[in-house]
Nanobody, 125 residues
Framework: QGQLRESGGGSVQEGGSLRLSCAAS??????????MAWFRQAPGKEREFVAG????????YYEDSVKGRFTISRDNAKNTVALQMNSLKPEDTAVYYC????????????????WGQGTQVTVSS
């Protein structure tokens, strides 16, 4: 079993930056064997993919609206994955979730086996 815990959310003005972090733990959870991703869910909307990174960290991929503004990274020695968010917009306001996928690097929520509790990001104009 694995546990994921996000941190780093908060409130920021439009154009500002935040850095989210996700720490993975669990006796039988091998972080480096899992692709990792960030999803977000705004009020009244479905959870959506934001960014993903493969097991070794050599490949990352993004939802179109965040390309060039967000950067996902991972540190397999520390069992952490981060999301650097720059040039934030009010439409980025959501609860952000960290997720882990043992079998691939997908874009769908159904492909991810482990989820954190989420951290709130609020961007004001």
């Amino acid at each position: 079993q694995g546990q994921l815990r996000e941190s780093g959310g908060g409130s920021v003005q439009e154009g500002g930056s935040l850095r989210l972090s996700c720490a993975a733990s669990g006796r039988t959870f091998t972080f480096s064997s899992h692709a990792m991703a960030w999803f977000r869910q705004a009020p009244g909307k479905e959870r959506e993919f934001v960014a993903g990174i493969n097991r070794g960290g050599s490949r990352s991929y993004y939802e179109d609206s965040v390309k060039g503004r967000f950067t996902i990274s991972r540190d397999n020695a520390k069992n952490t994955v981060a999301l650097q968010m720059n040039s934030l917009k009010p439409e980025d306001t959501a609860v952000y979730y960290c997720a882990a996928d043992l079998y691939g690097s997908g874009y769908k929520t159904s492909e991810y086996e482990y989820w954190g509790q989420g951290t709130q990001v609020t961007v004001s104009s």
